[in-house]
C-alpha cells in the first residue's frame, strides 16, 4: 500500500511539474521580460528554484530575441541607398526614415531615446548600431540566475551568472544595481575561499568614493582623519569633525576592514575603519536631525544614548550592520598601536550601545586592554 502512495505521489509530481513548465512555455506573444523576470522573484520566495530559472532563461531570451528583431530592422532599414546619403548624423537618419514612411524604425529609435538621448551616441548612427547588437545582454537575468544557483549551494555556477551581468553592467535598467553585483562577486568569492578576489572586488566599489584614494595612496582627507584620531586621545574630535554620506560603500569597507584585520594588514585595516565608522556615524546623526531640528552632535555617548529612545532607528541600525563597523574602528586602532584611542572607544561603546552582543563584546576586550596595560 505505501509503495503505490509512493508511485501515486511521484506520479502527480511529474504531472504538476509537466503542467507548470508546459504553461511557462505557452507565454502569451505579448509578454514582457520584466514581467517575467518578477514572477521569478516570486517563486525564489516560495523556494521553487526550478520554476524560478526557467522563467529567468525565457526571459533572457525573449529579450534576445526582441533586441535582434529590432537590430535587424534597423540594419535593413540603413541598407537603401537614399538612407546612406543622410550620412551618421541621427537626427538627419531620422528625418529621412520619417520620411520614408519607415515607422517601425522611427519607433524603434524613439524607444531607445526614452532613457537613451542621441547626445549617449555622440549623435552617430553607427555607434547606436554598435550599442543596439550588444543590448541583447540582459544583466539582470544573469544577476538572477547567480542568486538562484548561490540559493542552492551551487557557488561556482553563481559566480559564472555574476561576472556574466557584471560584464554586461552597462545595460543595467538601475545602474546602481551594479554594486549588489560586485557585493555578490565578493561574498561568493569569500566562500570559495579566494580572498584575494573577495579584495578586489570590494575595491571596485570604492574606486567610486574619492576620499578613500587607492590602497597604495591614500587620499589627503583620509590622511587627515587618520591624523587626527590617532593623535587625540579620544575619539570624539573626530567623530565631530568629519562625514561621509556614502552608505553604499558601507558594506565594502567593513569587509575590507575584516581582511585586514586577519592578514595583518593592519594600517590599511585602519584606513577603511576609519571612513566606515565615519559613513555609520553620518547615517546616524542624519536620522536623529530628522526628527530633533534642534539637535546638534556633541559627543559620541549623547548619540547612541538618542538611539535609546528610537527602537524604529536601532532596529534599522543592526539590519545595516553599524555596530560592526564601530567596533571594526576600535580593533584597528588597537592593532595599530593605539591603545588609549581604542580603549575610550570600547568603554563608550560598552556603556551606551544599544546591542547587548556589542556592548558586551567591547567590554571584553576594554577589560584585556585594561589588563595588559596597567596605565589605562
Known sequence: MKKQLKKIFIIFLIFYFSAVLFSLDTIDADEKPWHLLEQAKIQIEKGEFGIALHLTNKARDLHKARTEKKYNHMFNSLKPKRVKLEGDNISDVYAILNKREDYDACKILDDIFLTHP????????????????????FPETDFLAGKIYFAEGDYEQAMHYYKEAWNARMFLEIPDERFNIIYSLADTSKLLHRYDEQEKYLLLVLTEDPIYGTTNLESDPLQAMIKTITSEKTTEKFFLLYRNKNPIALKAYMDLTDIYLEAGKNRRALATAVLGSIITITNLDEVISKDDYNYEYTEFANLLHRLHRRQDVVLWAEQQNFWRAFMNLADSLLKNGNNEQAFYLYSKLAESIPSIKYAQEALYKKEEITKNNKSL
Open 118 to 137: 542621441p547626445v549617449f551616441f555622440d549623435k552617430s548612427i553607427s555607434k547606436l548600431m554598435a550599442w543596439l547588437e550588444k543590448r541583447k545582454a
